[in-house]
T-cell receptor, first 112, second 116 residues
């Protein structure tokens, strides 16, 4: 089955700096890669996703890159703000109707 | 458009009791997924259902756990004879898939199960 590894497990940055979280996956059939943000005691919320036919996708301060050959994808948050502090999870899926396999999460702390 | 609904939000059970968790998907969504999140851990897939069908239950323990998504009403995750190790947050997610184009899964607020 699919295995998703995520690094780092914790990340502390100064407000305004950039944050990068990296994930690798094992199943070459995976073609959908979402990122979720989870605040303490809340539900995971989809913040951005990328499909295997695209190498990069950007939405304001958030961007995701995908390297299918190397089987890794990354989340980039620029100009971080204190409200970006949360746990971020990457996930991989084979697509339509398939389950999500999650990484172990990255706890991001943005210092004011 | 209401999001994914789950109830109860918090559930306390004593060892040996049954826990019944309910999930109503987003309007128009016909796919339901259940995930479990242990404290300080990531989400683990349990089961994937469509109306009246279990599609993938590979993540669900073979004993004590069952799930259904009837033609009418919410999806239900049932845990019989709960043990302390069942204490976790159980999240339901739903998606709409047409022709394989859309995969986004939207999560409900979760049910936090505490077993005393």
């Amino acid at each position: 089955g699919e295995n998703v590894e995520q690094h780092p497990s914790t990340l502390s940055v100064q407000e305004g700096d950039s944050a990068v979280i990296k994930c690798t996956y094992s199943d070459s059939a995976s073609n959908y890669f979402p990122w979720y943000k989870q605040e303490l005691g809340k539900r995971p919320q989809l913040i951005i996703d990328i499909r295997s036919n695209v190498g990069e996708k950007k939405d304001q301060r958030i961007a995701v890159t995908l390297n299918k050959t190397a089987k890794h994808f990354s989340l980039h948050i620029t100009e971080t703000q204190p409200e970006d502090s949360a746990v971020y999870f990457c996930a991989a899926s084979r697509g339509s109707g398939d389950k999500l396999t999650f990484g172990t999460g990255t706890r991001l702390a943005v210092r004011p | 458009n209401a999001g994914v609904m789950q109830n109860p939000r918090h559930l306390v059970r004593r060892r040996g009791q049954e826990a019944r968790l309910r999930c109503s998907p987003m309007k128009g969504h016909s796919h339901v997924y259940w995930y479990r999140q242990l404290p300080e851990e990531g989400l683990k897939f349990m089961v994937y259902l469509q109306k009246e069908n279990i599609i993938d239950e590979s993540g669900m323990p073979k004993e004590r756990f069952s799930a259904e998504f009837p033609k009418e009403g919410p999806s239900i995750l049932r845990i019989q004879q709960v043990v302390r190790g069942d204490s976790a947050a159980y999240f339901c997610a739903s998606s709409f898939t047409s022709g394989g184009a859309l995969n986004e899964q939207f999560f409900g607020p979760g049910t936090r199960l505490t077993v005393l």
